[in-house]
């Protein structure tokens, strides 16, 4: 039996994950906001598609920190309501995330670390992937509170990788840093899960195996030549 099955409305909030939406808030605003003023000719040089998708990208953290705090404060009708929304904003970051990645593609400059162009491509498209999954699970788990809000963290969680590899950059750090720092939020939910559920929540152990799947792909797929073809076909 599963005891975290209850309606949503009735699951009493935890301020754990209102902060840890903080905290990855905050990684985001860093990030980007290190990465763009970083530009020779600021932010305003950014293109109108950049623009959009990080607005896109920092209200999703922005959205599932209210949510988490409206639960804390026992609002969970409003919570509900602005759920319905959260659809509509996944749809944008899918949208603006797949023509950020056709305009990487165009860009024969484009590199994450030392992988090659085509290569480099693997690490958005996964992080989209997971995102995707680990939101629609967290939607159809919708009633049950231990395991939708862990989901929506998760969800965060697994796409929060180019504000992280430019907040590494941006502090000069090696590359390495970026799954360690990755590694560190998922050890810090799955420690909750051990204080406060003396178990491991599955929702956390699927995030954390999604997160190790994409960097099997990243490692070990990206450089192969039948993904160069299928970056070519999807991205072109």
């Given at each position: 039996m599963d005891t975290d099955r209850k309606p949503a409305n009735l699951t009493k909030g935890e301020p754990f994950f209102a902060v840890f939406g903080l905290l990855l808030t905050v990684i985001v605003i860093s990030g980007f906001s290190a990465s763009a003023l970083a530009l020779p000719e600021g932010p305003a040089s950014l293109p109108l598609l950049y623009h959009l998708h990080g607005l896109i990208f920092l209200t999703w953290f922005v959205f599932f920190t209210l949510q988490a705090n409206l639960i804390g404060n026992q609002r969970p009708k409003l919570h509900q309501t602005l759920g319905r929304l959260s659809v509509i904003l996944a749809i944008l970051m899918l949208l603006?995330?797949?023509f950020m990645m056709?305009?990487?593609?165009?860009?024969?400059?484009?590199?994450?670390g030392s992988n090659s162009h085509d290569a480099?491509?693997?690490?958005p498209l996964t992080d989209l992937i997971n995102f995707t999954l680990v939101f629609?699970?967290?939607?159809?788990?919708?009633?049950?509170?231990?395991?939708?809000?862990r989901l929506m963290l998760l969800a965060g969680i697994l796409i929060l990788d180019p504000a992280v590899a430019r907040?590494?950059?941006?502090?000069?750090?090696?590359?390495?840093?970026?799954?360690?720092?990755?590694?560190?939020?998922?050890?810090?939910?799955?420690?909750y899960d051990r204080i406060k559920l003396k178990r491991l929540h599955w929702t956390s152990l699927l995030g954390l195996s999604l997160f190790f799947a994409a960097m099997a792909a990243k490692l070990m797929l990206a450089s192969r030549p039948a993904w160069v073809d299928l970056a070519k076909l999807l991205f072109s």
């Amino acid at each position: 039996m599963d005891t975290d099955r209850k309606p949503a409305n009735l699951t009493k909030g935890e301020p754990f994950f209102a902060v840890f939406g903080l905290l990855l808030t905050v990684i985001v605003i860093s990030g980007f906001s290190a990465s763009a003023l970083a530009l020779p000719e600021g932010p305003a040089s950014l293109p109108l598609l950049y623009h959009l998708h990080g607005l896109i990208f920092l209200t999703w953290f922005v959205f599932f920190t209210l949510q988490a705090n409206l639960i804390g404060n026992q609002r969970p009708k409003l919570h509900q309501t602005l759920g319905r929304l959260s659809v509509i904003l996944a749809i944008l970051m899918l949208l603006t995330g797949y023509f950020m990645m056709r305009s990487a593609y165009s860009n024969p400059a484009f590199s994450i670390g030392s992988n090659s162009h085509d290569a480099s491509m693997m690490f958005p498209l996964t992080d989209l992937i997971n995102f995707t999954l680990v939101f629609t699970l967290g939607l159809f788990h919708r009633t049950n509170g231990g395991a939708h809000k862990r989901l929506m963290l998760l969800a965060g969680i697994l796409i929060l990788d180019p504000a992280v590899a430019r907040l590494v950059e941006a502090v000069g750090a090696q590359f390495v840093f970026i799954p360690i720092i990755e590694l560190s939020l998922f050890a810090a939910l799955l420690a909750y899960d051990r204080i406060k559920l003396k178990r491991l929540h599955w929702t956390s152990l699927l995030g954390l195996s999604l997160f190790f799947a994409a960097m099997a792909a990243k490692l070990m797929l990206a450089s192969r030549p039948a993904w160069v073809d299928l970056a070519k076909l999807l991205f072109s």
